[in-house]
């Protein structure tokens, strides 16, 4: 290359060079003259006097702004958002992007938000699974709950400039500044030490996210914080939270442990909801409010007796007074259960969707309990009522009703025989459990509530003949129901109790 050619060469790439970061910082404005010819964008199309599609995303005028409404079905790859719209002489500033905008919008690879943006409302970019990363501009002042939800987001931050949010120590969150609330995190974040909350769904769905320190200045954790984080195994209190709110954990089913440190003050008894593979728990001892008392792997709530969280491997105490309606609800790992003298009440079945539960017990002491026949389940004395079953249940003879979702999520049941002293079977008593192939009602029942939601692979339906009213849709709970047989001669009667679209399913015998 010549000493004159290459001057000119270097000033060239610098031309080029600085074209782009031009580009790149220059805030994108599109005019639309009073002929609706658009300049400024590849392509345009009025919607409505108040709507206009620019390169695949749609603006409404409002008022004096402009809002971002929503893309198109087919939109895909990175998204550049226009900061104004000259229309016919007057110019309306991008300012939010409303709830919805960009939903499920799975293709979505990546964001440039404008500086002109001052809200990102709820739900904007949820379920954004492509999303990988946010950066959030000087002039945004809010940003609604599930504004981003990336399963795969790596990388969050915000501009320097922002009094509302930032990204301090380059934690790789958004954190409200004026209560240091961390708002928004993902796999790759790292909690200050400066924070004081967790807040609403910050961590919502995170996959990539396997462990979390909470360090010692955060004070709450609130609802559904870390929902659905699939992955997270291991999650560490620090001592100074005080509350842990509703949903918190729910659905974090690969986590193993839990430790509540002595400052906690406030727990929601679903906080730890299917979190299926949990097998120790274990509350500070110097704890005024909480314990776990006699290594029993719960979290007890002491004034009141009341076990509030379970796992897999609990043992509830002698002295349990009552439990919390979702204790034990979807512990997948949880095979045995034993119900104490001192646990008299009792609500409903505690135990749904506990899939591998095969031994339940009462102490012969409870006064308002039992299990008798070694019968694998709980029943009322007062009642003689079924109140909480399992896939080894047999049910006594003596038995007079089974309660609401008494046998609800056992997934492994696929037969169970009814004593025909049993007079009433309550809603979703058999709910969700999804290999049970056949059921025969006994003789004595005269109602049929909706008992078999969800029962996808139930067959055969026998009905006694004593049935007066059938208050229920059966395909619409069995969608693989085939046969309902009744007894010889009953057809006239039960083609007037089965709604007409599904006698031809209905079979005397």
Known sequence: MTDMIKPLYILMILAVITSCVFTKDTERVVTIDSNEKAVGCNLFELIDSQTFKIDNIIYSLNNNHLEITGCDKRFEGKAYF????????????????????????????????????????????????????????????????????????????????????????????????????????????????????????????????????????????????????????????????????????????????????ASVEELHEDAFMRCNTLTSISVDKANPIFDSRENCNAIIRTKDNRLEVGDGLTKIPEGIKSLGMLAFENRTNLKSINIPASLVDICGNYFIGCVALKSITVDERNPSYDSRNDCNAIICKKNNSLISGCANTIIPNDVESIAPSAFEGCKILTHIEIPDNVKDIESDAFAECTNLKEFSFPRKIKIIHSVFRNCDSLETIFLPREVTKIDCEFKYSCKNLKRIVIPKGSRQKFEKLIERKYHYLIVEK
């Open 82 to 261: 226009i900061s104004a719209l000259n229309y016919h002489g007057i110019e309306y500033k991008t300012t939010v992007i409303d709830s919805h905008a960009f939903s499920n919008c799975e293709t979505l690879t990546d964001i440039d938000i404008p500086k002109s943006i001052t809200h990102i409302d709820e739900f904007a970019f949820y379920g954004c699974k492509s999303l990988k990363q946010i950066y959030i501009p000087s002039g945004v002042k809010y940003i609604g709950v599930l504004a981003f939800d990336s399963d795969f987001l790596t990388s969050i931050s915000v501009d320097e400039n922002n009094p509302t949010y930032d990204s301090r120590e380059d934690c790789n969150a958004i954190i409200r500044t004026k209560d240091n609330c961390l708002i928004k995190g993902c796999c790759n974040s790292t909690i200050p030490k400066s924070i004081k909350g967790i807040g609403v769904a910050a961590f919502s769905t995170c996959k990539e996210l396997k462990n979390i320190k909470i360090p010692e200045n955060v004070l709450y954790i609130e609802e559904a914080a870390f929902f659905e984080c699939t992955n997270l195994r291991q999650v560490e209190f620090s001592e100074g939270l005080k509350e842990i709110s509703s949903r918190a954990f729910d659905g974090c089913c690969n986590l193993q442990s839990i430790f509540i440190p």
